[in-house]
Structure formats: C-alpha cells, structure tokens
C-alpha cells in the first residue's frame, strides 16, 4: 500500500505561480510513475503530466506545456508540481496519484490516489 499526501494548494491571483507538493509513503519501492490530475466542479479528473519514480522523464499534457514542470526527490519520496503563470480556468482540485506499471495519462493506470489539495486561482 502506498500512502499520498498533497500540499501547498491555496488561493492566488492570475498570473502567479504556485508549488505543490506530494509525499509518498508506504511501500515506495513499488512505485514506477507518479502523476498529478485536476479536477474541477462538475468535470472529470483530467491528466496534468507525470514522472517515471527512477528516470525522472516527465510527459505532461498539451494544455500544460510550458507553464507545468513536475519534478521529484527521490530521497524524500515526493514529488512537486511547479504552476507558473496560473489562470483562472486553473482553478481545481489537484491529486496525485502513483502507478506500479504505468506512466500513462489515464486515472486507470494509476494504482494510488492522495485526497487532493484546492487551488484557486482569482482573476
């Protein structure tokens, strides 16, 4: 079983940047991909980008891409999120979640999910 614990969601304007964070604990060992989704009021839980545990290679979505960096510290067991240049259609719920096998883009190929942490981002 492995345990995830989101952190440093919170309310900031357009425009700013914001840092989350994402620790693992448990049986760490098994993780290959760590991924971060949001979801926002009403919609589903949508991809947000990932990171293979060992390599450190990330994929993230093409909404994302240049604004979203995702990074890890293995000696730690977490992994951040970096939110540059926020928008208010960023606002959402923001998960976590680890895979044992994947690095995919689907909430089905993860096996573990944190509670989330909100960012709100006003305009």
């Known amino acids: 079983q492995v345990t995830l614990v989101e952190s440093g969601g919170g309310l900031v304007q357009a425009g700013d940047s914001l840092r989350l964070s994402c620790v693992a604990s448990?049986?760490?060992?098994?993780?290959?991909?760590m991924g971060w989704f949001r979801q926002a009021p009403g919609k589903d839980r949508v991809f947000v980008g990932s990171?293979?545990?060992?390599?450190?290679?990330?994929v993230y979505s093409d909404s994302e891409k240049g604004r979203f960096t995702i990074s890890r510290d293995n000696a730690k067991n977490t992994v951040y999120l970096q939110m540059n240049s926020l928008k208010p259609e960023d606002t959402a719920v923001y998960v976590c979640a680890a895979s044992r096998t994947d690095y995919g883009s689907h909430t089905s190929d993860y096996d573990y999910w944190g509670q989330g942490t909100q960012v709100t981002v006003s305009s």
């Open positions: 990171i293979r545990w060992n390599s450190g290679t990330t």
């Open positions: 448990g049986r760490t060992f098994d993780i290959y991909a």
